[in-house]
């Protein structure tokens, strides 16, 4: 395996981990956060937001039978 190629699983398996959809929530907040802050609209709030968000999903889905 190249070097690069240990880098990029590297970062995919730290950025994603277990579960892809938490990385995409934490994404896109992210690119929300950065769109409002364009406007003249106050962005704080958006990220605890969402980190709130993704945390209660996560655990909701967590205590679901398998």
Do not use: C, K, N, S
Not at 36 to 49: R, S
Request: charge should be positive; charged fraction near 10%; hydrophobic fraction near 65%.
């Amino acid at each position: 395996m190249t070097r690069l190629a240990a880098i990029a699983r590297f970062i995919w398996e730290f950025v994603v981990g277990d579960d892809w959809r938490v990385a995409a929530g934490v994404i896109t907040a992210i690119a929300v956060t950065a769109v409002i802050a364009t406007t003249t609209l106050a962005a704080w709030w958006i990220i605890p937001l969402a980190v709130a968000l993704l945390l209660a999903t996560t655990v909701y889905q967590a205590r679901q039978p398998h």
